[in-house]
C-alpha cells in the first residue's frame, strides 16, 4: 500500500456508445475492483456490481442513454467515485462535469455538483430530461445581451432551473463581427496577444462575475450547477480556472481540463471554416479564436501569480470574497 494508504489511485470513463461505457483505473498490486453504478454520486446502488475486474479495466453496458451514471469502484474498504468528463447531450457539445480532479492535498473535487458548457440554445426536448433528471437548478450564462437575444437558453418550461445573467464581453470578440471587420480589410487587431489579452481583461473587468458562481458552490451544498458562454472555452474556461484552483487542483491539470474543450469542440469547426470561405475568409487566420489556445489560461495563471499572488488572492482582493467563503466551497466541493 502507498503512504496515503490508497489502493486506488485514478480512474476515467470512456463513453463506447450509447449503451456503454469503458471504465479504467490505476491501482496498487492489481487490486480486484468490484464497480457499482447509479445516477448521483451519493445514490449509488451497491447492492449489485455492474462489473468486477483485476485488469485495469472493465465494460459495463446495459446503461440507459437517458441517464447520467455515476460509478463508483471498490476495492476492500476503498471507493472511488468516477464518470465520463462529458455530457452527451444532442444540442451542445462542449458540457462537462468539473468533477474527480485530485488537488495537491490528496482529496477530490465531486462529481455532479458543477458543470461547465458551451451554448445551451440549441437543447433537444431529450436534453432537456436529462438535465432535469440530473438535478441542475441554476444556469449562470457569461454571454452579453446580444448574445442571448440570438440563440436564448433552451431550457425547461417548468421554471425550477433558474437563469441568471452574468455578462462577460470577452474583450469585445464577437464572431460575426470579427467576419465582417476581416472582409472590410481591417486585421489589425488579429495580432499574437489578442486573445491573451482578453482573457487578463476579464479578470480584471468582471470578477464580480466568477465571484457570483463561487459563492453560489459556497452557500449550496447539494445543488448542481452549470455555467456556460457561447463556445464553453474562454470566459467559461476562465471561471472553471480560477474554481479549480481555488479548491487547491495543480496548475497543469487546470490546463488540461481547459484543453479539452479544444477534443469537444472540434465536431464543429468544419461548419465554421464553411461559413468563413463563403465570406471570403482564410479560416487559418481565425483558428486561434476558434478554439481553446494553451497560452491564454497560462496567461491567465501567469498573471495571477505576478499580480496577486494566487488565485485566492485574487478572490478575495478582487473580486471581494471573503475567505470563509473559498473556505464554505471547499468543505461543499471536495471529498
Known amino acids: 500500500m ?18 456503454s461505457v469503458r471504465i479504467c483505473w490505476q491501482a496498487i498490486e492489481n487490486a480486484d475492483i468490484s464497480v457499482y453504478a447509479g445516477t448521483h454520486p451519493e445514490a449509488i446502488d451497491r447492492f449489485e456490481s455492474v462489473a468486477r475486474s483485476k485488469d485495469g479495466c472493465a465494460q459495463v453496458s446495459g446503461l440507459d442513454p437517458d441517464l447520467r451514471y455515476y460509478f463508483e469502484l471498490y476495492a476492500g474498504s476503498h471507493r472511488m467515485i468516477t464518470a465520463a468528463r462529458r455530457v452527451h447531450l444532442e444540442g451542445a457539445v462542449n458540457f462537462r462535469d ?50 442571448m437575444a440570438g440563440s436564448p437558453d433552451r431550457l425547461p418550461d417548468h421554471g425550477a432551473m433558474a437563469h441568471i445573467h452574468l455578462p462577460v464581453t470577452h474583450g469585445n470578440f464577437d464572431f460575426a463581427e470579427a467576419i465582417r471587420l476581416l472582409q472590410n480589410g481591417e486585421d489589425s487587431w488579429l495580432t499574437p496577444d489578442f486573445m491573451i ?41 476562465t471561471c472553471a480556472a480560477l474554481i479549480l484552483l481555488a479548491l487547491g487542483v495543480a496548475e497543469e491539470t487546470v490546463i488540461d481540463d481547459h484543453q479539452l474543450s479544444n477534443i469537444y469542440i472540434a465536431e464543429l469547426l468544419p461548419r465554421l471554416y464553411r461559413r468563413m470561405e463563403r465570406a471570403g475568409i ?19 495563471i501567469d498573471y495571477l501569480t505576478d499580480t496577486y499572488g494566487t488565485a485566492v488572492d485574487y478572490l478575495v482582493g478582487k473580486a471581494g470574497l471573503r475567505p470563509a467563503v473559498i473556505d464554505a466551497m471547499r468543505r461543499n466541493m471536495l471529498e
Open 98 to 147: 468539473m468533477g474527480g480532479y485530485e488537488t495537491t492535498d490528496g482529496r477530490r473535487v465531486k462529481w455532479g455538483r458543477v458543470f461547465r458548457a458551451d451554448g445551451l440554445s440549441r437543447l433537444t426536448d431529450r436534453d432537456l430530461v436529462l438535465l432535469d433528471r440530473m438535478g441542475i437548478q441554476r444556469v449562470y450564462d457569461f454571454r452579453t445581451t446580444t448574445e
Open 282 to 300: 482564410d479560416p487559418d487566420r481565425l483558428f486561434p479564436y476558434l478554439t481553446a489556445p494553451r497560452q491564454c489560461i497560462e496567461g491567465v
Open 2 to 19: 502507498n503512504k496515503q494508504g490508497k489502493i486506488l489511485l485514478d480512474a476515467a470513463v470512456q463513453r463506447l456508445d450509447a449503451n
Open 197 to 237: 489579452n482578453g482573457y487578463i481583461g476579464n479578470l480584471e473587468q468582471f470578477a464580480h462575475c466568477w465571484a457570483a458562481v463561487i459563492r453560489d458552490l459556497a452557500e449550496n451544498r447539494h445543488a448542481p450547477v452549470v455555467f456556460h458562454c457561447t463556445g464553453g472555452k474562454d470566459r467559461t474556461g
